[in-house]
């Protein structure tokens, strides 16, 4: 009976790690420093050259909110090469009540979400690895 449930538990444990193929990735970005907005950029280039199938989401919010204006932001061009390269940038809504920012002003491309802590929560309880931007 032993035998039976170490095999199982193999089995069980390789089908696992099979799913994994494809990593999943939430970062928070909620630093309005500059220095740190660039170097999250080329973070995000290194990870999808070394594993171009990651699925990658960044949630922006808080002090990071210029991060993602079309007006305001440092890193507006790699912004854009990364969501060509399937990178998600989520926008926290309430941050943008907060500043009066509206839609309209965000790099196009991105989406919204109601609540960016919650949607890192929300990522984390579905399966993704959690990572916070900056030194």
Same mark, same amino acid.
Request: proline content about 2%; glycine content about 6%.
């Given at each position: 009976?032993?035998?039976?449930?170490?095999?199982?538990?193999?089995?069980?444990?390789?089908?696992?790690? *099979?799913?994994?193929?494809?990593?999943?990735?939430?970062?928070?970005?909620?630093?309005?420093?500059?220095? +740190? *907005?660039?170097?999250?950029?080329? *973070?995000?280039?290194?990870?999808?050259?070394?594993?171009?199938?990651? +699925?990658? $989401?960044?949630?922006?919010?808080?002090?990071?909110?210029?991060?993602?204006?079309? +007006?305001?932001?440092?890193?507006?061009?790699?912004?854009?090469?990364?969501?060509?390269?399937?990178?998600?940038?989520?926008?926290? *809504?309430?941050?943008?009540?907060?500043?009066?920012?509206?839609?309209? $002003?965000?790099?196009?491309?991105?989406?919204?979400?109601?609540?960016?802590?919650?949607?890192?929560?929300?990522?984390?309880?579905?399966?993704?690895?959690?990572?916070?931007?900056?030194?």
């Amino acid at each position: 009976m032993k035998k039976v449930i170490v095999l199982a538990l193999i089995f069980f444990t390789s089908i696992g790690v *099979q799913a994994q193929d494809k990593h999943k990735i939430v970062i928070q970005l909620a630093t309005g420093n500059e220095k +740190e *907005q660039r170097s999250l950029t080329r *973070q995000l280039n290194n990870v999808l050259n070394y594993w171009p199938e990651a +699925e990658i $989401e960044v949630v922006v919010h808080s002090g990071a909110l210029s991060f993602m204006m079309k +007006e305001k932001s440092v890193a507006k061009e790699a912004i854009l090469k990364s969501m060509e390269r399937g990178v998600v940038f989520a926008v926290c *809504q309430n941050t943008m009540k907060g500043n009066n920012v509206t839609e309209k $002003e965000i790099i196009p491309g991105a989406i919204f979400v109601p609540n960016g802590v919650a949607e890192i929560v929300l990522k984390q309880e579905n399966g993704f690895s959690y990572l916070k931007a900056g030194y």
